[in-house]
Each structure stands twice: as C-alpha cells, then as structure tokens.
C-alpha cells in the first residue's frame, strides 16, 4: 500500500505564493502518471495539473501561467508551485499518483485564498 503525504496548503492572501508537496512512500520514477486535483464545497473534483513519466504537463485552463507542476524523483515527491492565487483558487488540493499496479490518492491539503 503507497502512502502520499500531503503539506503546504494554508491561507494567502489574493496575489500570493503557496508550494504544495506530495510525498509517496514509493519510488515515483515508474509512476505512468501524476497530477493536482481540487475540490470546492458543492463542486465536483477537477484535475488542476498533470505530468508524466516523460515529463509532459497539461494545466486547467484557469491556472495555466500561474501554476507549475513538478517532480523529484530522488525525493519521490511531486510538487505544485501555485503564484498569483485568487479566491476562486481555494480548494482542497489532493495529489494522485497512478503506478501501472495501482492508482493512489493523498488525504488532501486546504488552500484558502482571501480577497
């Protein structure tokens, strides 16, 4: 069973910076995919950032210029740098990983953003 730990939400004021961290209990380099999802009160969960094993990222539109995803796969942790951050930003943010053997989900991390 993979653990992914999840640090670095909090509260920011609009305009500011916060770094999210996934850290798996897993060696990440055969991970096929990984990607920041969010999920605000009374909406459904939606994919934020992706990355693949080769490196290629996607981002939701409303992010794209403002978030960056990355990986560490000496530290086996995926990060999401977040810049510029609204209040329609806020969320809880969960990190999933998907291994060709299973597909994994971290406990999630609160990211409030006030105007």
């Known amino acids: 069973q993979v653990q992914l730990v999840e640090s670095g939400g909090g509260l920011v004021q609009a305009g500011g910076s916060l770094r999210l961290s996934c850290a798996a209990s897993?060696?990440?380099?055969?991970?096929?995919?990984m990607g920041w999802y969010r999920q605000a009160p009374g909406k459904q969960r939606e994919l934020v950032a992706g990355i693949t094993s080769d490196t290629s990222t996607n981002y939701l539109d409303s992010v794209k210029g403002r978030f960056t995803i990355s990986r560490d796969n000496a530290k086996n942790t995926l990060y999401l740098q977040m810049n510029s951050l609204k209040p329609e930003d806020t969320a809880v943010y969960y990190c999933?990983?998907?291994?060709?053997?299973?597909?994994?989900w971290g406990q999630g991390t609160q990211v409030t953003v006030s105007s």
């Open positions: 999933n990983m998907q291994w060709f053997w299973g597909n994994y």
């Open positions: 897993a060696r990440i380099f055969s991970v096929n995919a």
